[in-house]
């Protein structure tokens, strides 16, 4: 960038220089960039005071500040700089506002009112131009105006069209602070986009043919004016769908270059703009299209990170456009070299705009209205009509004119001055107060809950359906076609694989309701939930992890506890015991730093190199608090899974059924309360044990939890003999391992994959609930049965278990199934089995072999249990 | 099979000089059962018997012009779209005077909708036909069709809050009887489950794990949303009706739960 010493050779002769005044070579950038740091600067100072920000809008102060600014700079320079070049605007500052808006488009909602929008674009601005144009020449024909306007009725329908094309930017900056109800702003906001492609083809062609002089106009012309029209505008969308594929396509092959996923979207978004206006297409139409369509696709495909890199780049590019549009606006328009006021011109010119607008909006919501399903009220259409603003498209525009073949060209600048001004400062300003005053139904931002989310899907399922045994191929019946296609083809084609399969609308919006709970969780503390009612730890994060330090795993061990999977030590002994009951009070006051040290790093969980992990971490968190609300709403499962589980009695009964079948399923002895329901119910839970780890693997969009009924499970904590409350579907015979469980900083690096912390007691995950109640137990008396392992991860521990069961829980049994409802003797018998249990080594030999087969036999629904017998019985 | 049905009736029917002189038939026949099966005259006299309920009254006078007898709301559904929901009727059954399960099947178009069993279901629930009894019909005739169709209606301009309250709660208990599947006024976990279910069954690559998850944490939302804190031994068994009008207040389901039958002529059908 910095010109070499050859542009400084022939000043400077005088051998070297320390420093160089190189004014010349940065003045462009530099002047933009303290333009835009201006304006910035300007905006921080606006939103110091709430009061002023919440009454004016913040495009009314800019343009303010921009005529101030105009005024010293004319005041310093004597001549008027610095203005709103059309081809700056053009090229430069709209592009990015236009992407943002469509990008972020609710397309939704926008197709749901494609209808309206379209006629209101077209329709709307077709008879805008034409009255106003038509009326403002009656008006100087009447003699009202000065004559120096020497205008024709083309002059005035060039006029008219340029000046009554609402300005999406303006429409946004207003109606962003007005929050008017959604249709009503996709109505006036989409319009100001879509009719970009009017205004386009009425300048050009009343451009040409005021060039051209009223005498050589043809018949043929105007029949060019209007294909020019379908050109413009569907070559525009056509210009935008086709690099809206593009795009999408190319962001399906980004995998390994995710860092410059970013630059794809806006470039080729770009180059959709030039590209429609290199062929004087509708460029605005361009890039509206290709946000609205590529964003589906291209959302899918790239990183998260990409994501909101994407998110926020647009949005400070339109923030800063927007902003600098503004205060251009007003700079410019201290510039009275090109101004020439009539006063008949701009009055007419201003009441005639407001009115047609006005009669338009009305006659054309009449018609509508017949064919929509949600009528547009009259408070709406009094919002469409005041909502009606000129902007900086109108000022280019008039900017862009000929002086020499439009003569009056001085007056229409000064006119679209005052009108742009008018709209955007009068209208601005009154838009909020009148919005009030009319009680126009606002939009309630409430969140978005998961169960809205499933009744539209099921709603829009269901109206499709309706459509199609009524046989009648309206709205719904095309946009349940059109899903079909895309999921079939489109999407198939222009989603990463990967992206594709987890592709669910129901399923992001559970994913982000979850993150963004989590995320609200942390952020007021965090510990408000679970610290007060459980005195235990708090689940681990993966980033301590890999801290080996002593401290850090006793830390964290409340989670690694029960689920460490390699480190298998079975010597159980004393001390361990006493290491674990050590460990325990330990635990009650170790983890009370670590949490607040966890509650301060999540507030800034934005930081990039953690985001995923943190989400990871956020998303467990929220589950957490989520089944713990739901623990304690108790939702009644068992009663709908299994009879077995509608009394505690059943259930236990059922968990000692399974047992003994477990135990004796070689021998097939009978057992008396082995009946068909507890099987059924073990079944299928192994499905999801099954399935949860799968997905688990799969998705790598968090861990999925499941609610079970975990009823009791705090309860037993409290007391050992809630401690069969614990509801467990499926039973897997004791763990032998329980020094893990009670040591639990032995396991702590074994598996990364799932960390339940013995203290999130209430959530479970399915295929950590087993683990779970095992941990919990072992909270309880050390010697309790554990529960019931899952997931394969823990059933590879779980194997090995069976082993020992044949010569110790078959004695055990009796005494355990008689006495099961009675805790201290369940600890009891829990005692026993676990100090029969055979000693580690020859268990961990064996171990990894299990796991993987295992691993391998998972899916078949009952057969793992009696794989694991028959292993038990080898030995 | 439709194929050759559904143009041949649209053929006959003008051709039957008058138009609408199949749509008076069937519905007189129509009428029979309906007596037989409520004896209490219901859509009369039930409170909430609107818009089409009424229309239908008015129907064995002929569709066109007859006078209406008790409208609680504006008959929204035209003569004219009775009529063209009486050819589609005829088209689905055949020529019969009942449609049954099986007739929803020639639908090709429903064929590939997720919860296509879900509201097939809804057509013969009896609940929804506002019939006294509970339980599952085997078949509807056209009179219970147009029941059905009547829960699609838009609302009208000039409805006030009263008829747009009664309005609202008809389509949210369409909705709620189409969740609740074994009629016990409750959505417990497992029919929101098998709900969820059956909706992500489009993407293939769901797995039905998520499904649940998605249906529990829909559940845990509504408990919460419904009842607020619980006490630990308190046990939300399920959402019941009432509990489902909270968690749809808000939202308006008036301006989203309708089909447009308008511009009937714009469907002639031939599969």
Redesign the interface.
Same mark, same amino acid.
């Given at each position: 960038m910095q010109p070499p010493a050859a542009s400084a050779g022939p000043a400077a002769p005088a051998g070297a220089e320390l420093l160089r005044w190189q004014w010349r070579e940065v003045q462009a950038p530099c002047l933009v960039a303290a333009w835009i740091l201006v304006a910035s600067l300007a905006k921080i100072v606006f939103h110091l005071s709430r009061k002023v920000t919440s009454v004016v809008p913040e495009s009314c102060l800019l343009i303010l500040l921009g005529l101030g600014l105009g005024g010293i700079v004319l005041a310093v320079a004597k001549k008027a700089e610095y203005q709103l070049e059309p081809n700056m605007f053009f090229l430069f500052l709209l592009p990015p506002i236009v992407l943002d808006s469509g990008y972020f488009m609710p397309s939704r909602l926008f197709f749901d009112n494609i209808g309206a929008i379209l006629t209101y674009a077209v329709v709307g601005t077709l008879w805008n131009s034409f009255a106003t144009g038509t009326a403002l020449w009656g008006l100087h024909r009447a003699g009202l105006m000065d004559p120096g306007v020497e205008a024709g009725l083309m002059d005035f329908l060039l006029f008219g069209s340029l000046i009554s094309a609402v300005d999406p930017v303006a429409v946004l900056a207003v109606f962003e602070e007005v929050h008017v109800n959604e249709t009503l702003f996709i109505i006036v906001f989409g319009e100001s986009l879509l009719n970009d492609a009017v205004t386009v083809v009425l300048y050009k062609v009343f451009n040409s043919f005021v060039e051209l002089g009223p005498a050589h106009i043809h018949a043929t012309d105007y029949v060019k004016g209007v294909a020019s029209f379908f050109l413009v505008s569907l070559g525009g969308t056509a210009v935008g769908l086709l690099f809206a594929f593009l795009l999408a396509l190319i962001t399906r092959f980004t995998k390994r270059v995710r860092i410059i996923e970013p630059l794809f979207v806006f470039l080729l978004a770009y180059v959709a703009y030039l590209a429609a206006e290199m062929v004087s297409l509708s460029a605005i139409l361009a890039v509206t299209f290709c946000g609205i369509c590529c964003k589906k696709y291209v959302e899918a495909n790239i990183s998260q990170k990409s994501r909101t890199t994407v998110k926020y780049t647009m949005k400070t590019l339109a923030s800063s456009s927007e902003t600098i549009i503004f205060m251009f606006l007003g700079i410019s328009a201290v510039d009275t070299s090109k101004w020439t006021w009539d006063t008949a011109l701009v009055l007419g010119t201003l009441f005639f705009i407001l009115l047609f607008r006005a009669v338009g909006v009305v006659l054309q919501t009449y018609v509508l +209205?017949r064919?929509r #399903? $949600?009528?547009l009220d009259r408070i709406d259409q009094v919002v469409m009509s005041y909502g009606g603003l000129r902007g900086a498209v109108a000022f280019a525009l008039v900017i862009l004119l000929d002086r020499e073949k439009v003569k009056a060209k001085d007056y229409f600048v000064a006119t679209t001055i005052v009108v742009v001004f008018f709209t955007v400062i009068v209208q601005g300003l009154t838009i909020k107060p009148l919005v009030t005053w009319l009680k126009v139904k606002r939009s309630?931002h409430?969140k978005p809950? #998961? +169960?809205?989310e499933?009744?539209?899907?099921?709603?829009d399922? $269901?109206?499709?359906?309706?459509? @199609?045994?009524?046989?009648?191929?309206? &709205?719904? &019946?095309w946009r349940?076609?059109w899903e /079909?296609f895309d999921?079939k083809y489109l999407s198939q084609l222009l989603m990463r694989k990967s992206a &594709? %399969? #987890? %592709?669910?609308e129901?399923?992001d919006v &559970?994913y982000k #309701?979850?993150i963004r709970d989590a995320i609200s969780f942390v952020d007021q503390g965090g510990h408000v939930h679970s610290a007060a009612k459980l005195a235990l730890p708090s689940m681990p994060s993966r980033t301590s992890m890999s801290e080996s330090s002593v401290t850090n795993l006793l830390r964290e061990s409340g989670s690694g506890a029960c689920l460490d999977l390699q480190v298998i030590d079975t010597v159980r002994s004393r001390r361990d015991k006493e290491d674990a009951a050590m460990h325990h009070v330990l635990r009650g006051s170790l983890y009370k730093p670590r949490r607040r040290y966890k509650a301060s790093y999540s507030r800034h969980f934005i930081s990039p190199d953690k985001q995923e992990r943190q989400d990871k971490e956020i998303f467990r968190q929220n589950m957490k608090r %989520?089944?713990e609300? !739901?623990k304690?709403?108790?939702? +009644?499962?068992c009663?709908?899974?299994s009879k077995a589980r509608l009394k505690e009695k059943g259930r236990k009964k059922k968990n000692i059924s399974l047992t003994k079948e477990t135990l004796n399923g070689k021998t097939h002895r009978t057992v008396p309360w082995q009946d068909a329901a507890p099987v059924l119910v073990m079944v299928s839970s192994e499905e999801?044990e099954s399935?949860?780890s799968?997905?688990e693997k799969? @998705?790598d969009e968090g861990i999925? !939890?499941?609610?079970r009924a975990t009823d009791e499970v705090l /309860?037993g904590k409290t007391t050992p003999g809630s401690l069969d409350v614990c509801p467990s579907p499926c039973i897997i015979p004791p763990s032998p391992t329980l020094a893990e469980k009670e040591l639990p900083w032995k396991g702590d690096q074994a598996d990364l994959a799932v960390y339940v912390s013995s203290e999130t007691t209430k959530i479970v995950p399915?295929d950590m609930q087993k683990a779970w109640n095992q941990s919990i137990s072992s909270l309880e008396s050390i010697a309790s049965p554990p529960g019931i392992e899952s997931g394969h991860q823990h059933r590879r521990f779980a194997c090995p278990v069976l082993e020992e069961q044949p010569q110790s829980a078959s004695q055990a049994m009796p005494e355990q199934s008689s006495c099961f409802q009675f805790p201290s003797h369940v600890s009891k018998s829990g005692r026993s089995q676990s100090d029969s249990s055979p000693d580690g080594p020859e268990q961990q030999e064996l171990q990894p072999l299990m796991a993987t087969e295992e691993q391998g036999r998972m899916p078949p629904s009952a057969e793992p249990r009696w794989l694991m017998f028959n292993r038990a019985s080898h030995l | 099979m439709l194929c050759h049905a559904g143009p041949c009736w649209a053929r006959e029917c003008p051709a039957d000089g008058t138009g609408n002189k199949p749509a008076p038939g069937t519905v007189r026949g129509a009428e029979g059962p309906q007596g037989n099966r409520g004896g209490t005259g219901a859509p009369r006299t039930l409170p909430h018997c609107w818009g089409v309920g009424t229309g239908k009254q008015g129907c064995p006078q002929g569709p066109r012009g007859s006078a209406p007898v008790t409208f609680v709301l504006p008959l929204a559904v035209t003569s004219e779209q009775i009529e063209h929901l009486h050819r589609r009727f005829k088209q689905l059954s055949q020529d019969q005077l009942t449609i049954r399960k099986e007739n929803f099947d020639s639908i090709p178009d429903l064929e590939f909708n997720p919860i296509r069993g879900k509201i097939v279901h809804a057509f013969f629930d009896k609940r929804n036909l506002r019939q006294e009894s509970d339980g599952l019909a085997d078949e509807i005739n056209f009179e219970d069709f147009l029941t059905i169709m009547s829960y699609f209606r838009p609302i009208e301009m000039n409805m006030d809050e009263e008829q747009l309250e009664r309005f609202r709660k008809e389509k949210l208990k369409f909705l709620f009887h189409m969740y609740d599947s074994d009629h016990d006024g409750k959505i417990t976990l497992q029919e929101y489950r098998n709900v969820v279910e059956e909706l992500l069954s489009g993407n293939p690559h769901l797995e039905k794990e998520s499904a649940r998850s998605i249906a529990d944490g829909a559940m845990m939302e509504a408990a919460s949303i419904c009842v607020g804190q619980m006490g630990p031994d308190q046990v939300y068994e399920g959402i019941t009706f009432e509990d489902f009008l909270k968690m749809w207040q808000g939202i308006d389901i008036e301006t989203k739960m309708h089909v447009r039958f308008l511009n009937v002529d714009t469907i002639a059908h031939c599969y």
């Open positions: +209205n064919f #399903l $949600i009528p309630d409430h809950t #998961l +169960n809205e499933l009744h539209e899907h099921a709603f399922h $269901i109206l499709a359906a309706v459509e @199609d045994i009524v046989g009648h191929h309206g &709205y719904h &019946y349940d076609k /079909q999921k &594709y %399969r #987890l %592709r669910d129901i399923w &559970y #309701l979850n %989520r089944l609300t !739901f304690s709403t108790k939702h +009644n499962v009663s709908s899974k999801e399935d949860s799968e997905t799969e @998705d999925v !939890f499941v609610a /309860q399915v | -």
